[in-house]
């Protein structure tokens, strides 16, 4: 688990410059800034068709310090498992070799080449940074729209009538060592989850969720506040599967109503009250699936659950039966 | 050493002595064995590579892409439909100026569901800019795939190496495999410039505008015209290293030939049998076998073939509603020129229908009436 740190915890070092091609209160570039953070100059990254394909500005210009390499937008996964096999062979120690794709990339058109390198724990960072639509080209419902949502594709009269698609379970089903989600308005966690998934060898999962003002049809300036709402409301709990084993780094004591969060945003300004409470229910039914696996997971493995005395007992009754 | 071997196993020694670093592939009949084959030499340490064993034959091409760009040589072989589903990466492997080697095994396209061969597959991929070497034999197989990796790596254009289903994948012949040290001299490591790498960060096919694009189109043919060169440099140098000399475009007894069969792939080897027994009969029959489709030999073709009185090309494939693809290929080269001669089209052998030398004979009998239509489907049934 992510420890919450007691003092500023992130690196001072930037190593994305300015003059980057982001909208104003892009949440995928301050995702970017803090992931490399975390990462340092030592780091290849590989995106396939998406916002940061644009971002990263236009030939010949660069916003990263980093090497940027781009692929077709199903591919991204399988090209970073080349990377990292040629930078190996070409004797490049330990170079974080990072996938960063948009949702649509990921959940839907590069979901093929993500599972094969998961299914073969290839030794890379698979970073999906997720703002629930096809944004680049222009609002387009994917894969990782959440029910309810207004897009392009999803007219409000004609709303997006199915949920979000459960991409860290689907990650958790390839049985990889890290499976963990993140937003990018709690820079501390994304910074330490980051930090330590370049670590493990073999292949972790990340999903930063990551506001787009323009598609949400919001003010930049609730850029942050936006995606803090969806962490407290429970909308987007930040997460980690280690081996399996969940753990919940962050449970808002006060239960925050969705509405506030869906409230903020225009692409769910159709929405009735009675839909509102839908979506409660949805998110509540979620929280409460996510702590019964947390409890269980642990109670499974052994390990005592932060705070949960049983758990923490029947941790040193396996360990006790083992020894 | 002398070695009888298939020509799906002559493609995995080849990736073997030619030393390639990373292999990423995914198994299609009739290519399945150049996978087991790699997977063998790997697991028992007589090929020092990494085998990325993807879900698709999309992710290989991808894969290959990735390792490329980092500085490594890398190889991968499929067929007809996986080709086809490599189709947008094989564009971007060439646009990214990457030497990567594939071996295709040329598979008719479905539906309907068929496993024998036809060029149909590595004929559409004709304007991705990949280098095409259509070969003959499983020698052909060997000695083009160490060729192509020396070229591609000079003029920085992937290559495709291409054999036919069955008639070569599953047919063992005598190969000659050189001592390992003679081919590490004459392919020696890859020297890659503008890798991805930490040290140097760069953004590598990113977003360009109408401003720079066109040039680098531009560059990139310029490099498909050069390969012309390397090609008959690189060609020489193993010629001299192992006495087999590549053409380009390579004639058999053409001299005083009225009547050249065009040809390529195992064809080119029956015609050579057909071209006999016509000589045999007085007939002044030769053949021409088209080794390299890209760069495609313009100037040995004419070279060869103006003055004569008539060409016969023999198509296994066609672009349907106009001819074979060879056949517009030889005619776009003659075109306007003096002493061009009538070219005759003949599709046969799609998905795997035997070429046999009686039908060569046939074709060449054909063509030389006055009244031959140009353009020919021999041997339809009714």
């Known amino acids: 688990m992510a420890e919450v740190p007691k003092k500023l915890t992130i690196p001072p070092e930037e190593h994305m410059c300015a003059g980057h091609l982001a909208c104003q209160g892009c949440g995928a570039a301050l995702a970017m800034r803090y992931a490399l953070k975390a990462l340092g100059p030592n780091t290849v990254f590989t995106v396939p068709a998406c916002c940061w394909s644009v971002i990263d500005g236009p030939f010949p210009y660069t916003t990263l310090g980093v090497p940027l390499f781009h692929i077709a937008f199903e591919a991204v996964a399988a090209s970073a498992c080349g990377l990292a096999a040629g930078l190996e062979i070409m004797g490049k120690k330990g170079v974080n070799v990072v996938a960063w794709a948009g949702d649509g990339g990921t959940a839907d058109i590069g979901i093929q080449a993500l599972s094969g390198a998961a299914e073969r724990n290839d030794n890379i960072l698979y970073i999906c940074y997720d703002n629930e639509a096809y944004m680049n080209t222009g609002v387009q419902r994917s894969s990782s729209t959440p029910w309810g949502a207004w897009t392009t594709t999803t007219p409000a009269r004609h709303f997006k009538k199915r949920p979000k698609k459960d991409l860290v379970d689907i990650m958790v089903a390839h049985h990889i060592p890290y499976v963990a989600t993140a937003a990018m308005a709690f820079p501390e966690d994304l910074v330490a989850k980051v930090a330590k998934a370049k670590d493990i060898e073999g292949m972790k999962y990340l999903q930063i969720f990551a506001s787009c003002p323009p598609g949400w049809r919001m003010a930049p300036e609730y850029s942050v506040k936006s995606v803090r709402l969806a962490v407290n409301t429970r909308v987007w709990p930040l997460l980690e599967v280690e081996h399996g084993v969940y753990n919940i780094n962050r449970k808002p004591r006060k239960r925050t109503p969705v509405a506030e969060y869906l409230k903020l945003q225009g692409r769910f300004a159709h929405l009735t009250e009675e839909q509102f409470e839908e979506i409660q229910g949805m998110v509540d039914r979620n929280w409460e699936r996510l702590l019964f696996l947390e409890k269980s997971t642990h109670e499974m493995a052994g390990v005592p659950l932060k705070g949960d005395k049983a758990a923490a007992s029947k941790g040193k009754e396996t360990e006790a039966a083992a020894g | ?382």
Not at chain 2, 16 to 22: D, M
Not at chain 2, 199 to 205: K, L, N, R, T, V
Not at chain 2, 258 to 287: I, P
């Open chain 2, 1 to 382: 050493m002398k070695q009888v071997v298939t020509g799906n196993h002559t493609v995995a020694h080849a990736a073997r002595v030619g030393r390639a670093q990373v292999v990423s592939a995914y198994p299609i009949t009739p290519q399945t064995q150049v996978v087991e084959k790699i997977s063998e030499f790997v697991a028992d340490g007589i090929m020092d590579a990494k085998f990325i064993k993807v879900e698709s034959e999309h992710s290989a091409m991808v894969a290959c892409i990735g390792a490329s760009a980092a500085g490594v040589r890398t190889f991968t072989a499929t067929s007809a439909q996986g080709l086809a589903l490599m189709h947008e990466v094989l564009h971007w492997a060439a646009n990214a100026r990457l030497p990567v080697v594939l071996a295709n095994i040329n598979r008719a396209m479905g539906p309907p569901w068929t496993i024998w061969t036809d060029q149909i597959d590595s004929l559409s991929e004709r304007d991705t800019g990949w280098m095409q070497f259509y070969a003959e034999s499983n020698q052909d197989i060997f000695d083009g795939i160490l060729i192509s990796f020396k070229v591609a790596e000079q003029v920085l254009l992937p290559a495709m190496v291409i054999l036919e289903a069955f008639f070569l994948s599953h047919t063992a012949e005598p190969v000659d495999f050189p001592e390992q040290e003679e081919v590490d001299r004459f392919l020696p490591p890859r020297v890659a410039t503008h890798t991805v790498d930490p040290e140097h960060p760069a953004a590598f096919g990113g977003l360009t505008g109408p401003d720079h694009y066109y040039e680098l189109k531009y560059m990139e043919h310029n490099a498909m015209l050069e390969a012309e060169e390397v090609i008959k440099r690189v060609t020489q140098e193993y010629g001299d290293l192992t006495g087999r000399y590549y053409k380009m475009a390579d004639p058999y007894r053409c001299e005083d030939a009225e009547t050249v069969l065009l040809v390529s792939g195992g064809v080119a080897s029956t015609a050579k049998d057909a071209v006999d027994e016509a000589r045999a009969a007085g007939k002044k029959l030769g053949s021409l076998k088209i080794w390299a489709f890209r760069p495609f030999p313009r100037e040995d073709v004419r070279e060869l073939l103006l003055g004569r009185k008539r060409v016969a090309v023999v198509d296994r494939n066609i672009s349907f509603g106009q001819e074979g693809i060879f056949c517009t290929e030889v005619k776009a080269s003659l075109y306007g020129r003096d002493g061009a001669p009538p070219v005759l089209g003949f599709v046969a052998g799609l998905g795997g229908r035997d070429i046999k030398v009686r039908d060569l004979l046939a074709i060449a009998e054909a063509a030389e009436k006055d009244d031959c239509p140009e353009f020919n489907w021999y041997g339809v049934k009714p």
